[in-house]
C-alpha cells in the first residue's frame, strides 16, 4: 500500500516537473517573440530620423517611452494576471503588440509613432513579460534560476533574431512594410506561446503576510534603488550601440549585427549563470551582474573597432541576461513564489524609471554635444552603485 502511494506521488511529481519545462517553453517563446520585435528598433532609428525629420533624442525617446512603460505598468498586470490567469493576460498583450507595430507602420506624424509603438510595446510587454516570468517561478525550487533562465533566454535570442531580421524587412518592404510584418509574426509566435503557459494550482496554506508589508521590507527597498540605477544604462545599447558604431566608421551592415551579439551574449547568460546561481547564490549573482554590466559599459568608451565593439556586446550581453534571470528568481526567493507576480510587477517598475532617462538622454546628449561620453560613463557608475544596493538587500 505504501508502495503503491509512493509511485502515485512520485508519477504525480514527474507530471508537475514536466508541466513545469513546458511553462518553461512557452514564456520562452512569448518573451522571442515580443521581444524580437521590440528590440529591432534599432533597425529603425535612421528610416525614422529621415521621414519625419526628427532628432535622435526624439526617435530615441520613442523607445524609451516603451519600456518605460512595460516596466511601470507591470505593477499592474502582475496583480491582474494573478486575478484573471496568467494565460488570458499574456494573449491580450500579444494583441497589444502586433497592435502597436501595426499602428507604428501607419504613422503619419513622430507623435503616432509615439502613440503606436510606444503605447503598444508598453501594454504588450508589460501583459506578456511579468505574468510569463511570474508563471515560472512556482513550478520550481532548486533549480529555479536555471528554470527563469531558460524562460528569459527568449528574450536574448529575440535581441539576435531582431534586428538583422528587421534589417532585411526594411530593405524588402520598407520601414512601413516592416512594422506591418512584425505584427504578424508577433500576433502567431506569440499566440501559439502563450496558450502553453499556466500556474500551478495553489499547495498548502495560503501566505500570511501582506503584499504591502513586503514591499515596505528593507530588502524590497534595497532591490528597487538597484533596479533604478541599473535601469539608466542597461538600454543604452539597444538604441546607441548601432549608431556609435557607424560614427566611428563601422560599416552599417556591420554594426547593425551589435545588437544582435548582445542577444547571442545575453542567451548565454541566461542559460549558463542562472544555473550557477543557484549554487553559489542568487543574491551574490544578480550583485556580480550589475556591477559587470558597469564595467563594461566604461569600457565601451575605450572601443572604436568592430571586434572590440563585439566582444563588449557579447560580454555585455551575458551580464544582462544573467540579471535579466536573477533578479525575479531573487525577488521568488526573497518574497515568496506564490507571491511572484505582485512583487516582480512592483521590483520591474524601478527598472523603468531609469530605462526611461538612459536612452533619450543618450540622444539628447549626442545631439547637444557628438558625443556619447557622458551618458555612457554615468550609466556604468550607476550599475556599480546598484550593485552594492543588491549587497544591502542580501544583508537584510
Excluded at 528598433?41 to 512595460?70: I, K, M, Q, T
Excluded at 539608466?232 to 566611428?248: D, M, Q, R, S, W
Excluded at 535579466?324 to 526567493?333: G, T, Y
Aim: glycine share 14%; aromatic share 12%.
Amino acid at each position: 500500500m505504501a508502495g503503491d502511494l509512493s509511485r502515485g506521488f512520485g508519477l504525480v511529481n514527474r507530471m508537475s516537473a514536466a508541466r513545469g519545462w513546458l511553462v518553461v517553453l512557452g514564456s520562452f517563446g512569448v518573451m522571442f517573440a515580443g521581444f524580437a520585435a521590440t528590440y529591432s528598433f534599432s533597425a529603425f532609428l535612421a528610416p525614422l530620423e529621415h521621414e519625419f525629420a526628427a532628432s535622435r533624442g526624439d526617435v530615441s525617446l520613442v523607445f524609451s517611452v516603451a519600456v518605460c512603460l512595460y516596466f511601470l505598468l507591470g505593477a499592474a498586470t502582475g496583480p491582474i494576471a494573478a486575478r484573471f490567469g496568467v494565460r488570458p493576460t499574456i494573449l491580450l498583450g500579444v494583441a497589444f503588440l502586433a497592435l502597436g507595430f501595426y499602428a507604428a507602420g501607419n504613422a503619419d506624424t513622430i507623435g503616432d509613432v509615439f502613440f503606436g509603438y510606444g503605447l503598444g510595446i508598453g501594454l504588450g510587454i508589460a501583459c506578456t513579460y511579468v505574468p510569463s516570468v511570474a508563471a515560472v517561478q512556482p513550478w520550481f525550487t532548486a533549480r529555479r534560476g536555471l528554470a527563469s533562465g531558460l524562460a528569459v533566454a527568449g528574450i536574448g535570442v529575440g535581441t539576435l533574431a531582431g534586428p538583422p531580421v528587421a534589417e532585411l524587412l526594411i530593405a524588402s518592404l520598407g520601414w512601413r512594410g516592416a512594422f506591418g510584418a512584425l505584427a504578424a509574426a508577433v500576433l502567431v509566435i506569440g499566440g501559439l506561446a502563450g496558450a502553453l503557459v499556466t500556474t500551478p494550482e495553489p499547495r498548502g496554506a495560503p501566505a500570511s503576510e501582506p503584499l504591502a508589508s513586503l514591499l515596505r521590507s528593507k530588502s524590497f527597498r534595497w532591490l528597487y534603488v538597484g533596479g533604478v540605477l541599473v535601469g539608466v544604462g542597461t538600454f543604452i545599447p539597444f538604441v546607441h550601440l548601432v549608431p556609435y558604431a557607424e560614427a566611428h566608421a563601422v560599416p552599417r551592415s556591420t554594426a547593425v549585427l551589435l545588437v544582435g551579439a548582445i542577444g547571442v551574449g545575453s542567451t548565454a547568460g541566461r542559460f549558463l549563470l542562472g544555473g550557477l546561481a543557484d549554487r553559489f547564490g542568487r543574491d551574490l549573482g544578480l550583485a556580480a551582474m550589475y556591477a559587470a554590466c558597469g564595467v563594461l559599459l566604461l569600457l565601451w568608451l575605450l572601443a572604436t573597432e568592430a571586434w572590440a565593439l563585439f566582444a563588449i556586446a557579447l560580454a555585455y550581453g551575458a551580464a544582462y541576461g544573467g540579471f535579466v534571470a536573477l533578479m525575479p528568481a531573487l525577488a521568488a526567493d526573497l518574497f515568496g513564489p506564490q507571491r511572484a507576480s505582485a512583487v516582480i510587477g512592483v521590483l520591474y517598475t524601478s527598472v523603468g524609471w531609469g530605462a526611461l532617462i538612459g536612452p533619450s538622454l543618450a540622444g539628447y546628449a549626442y545631439d547637444f554635444s557628438g558625443s556619447y561620453v557622458l551618458p555612457i560613463a554615468t550609466g556604468g557608475i550607476l550599475d556599480l552603485l546598484a550593485a552594492a544596493a543588491v549587497l544591502q538587500a542580501r544583508k537584510r
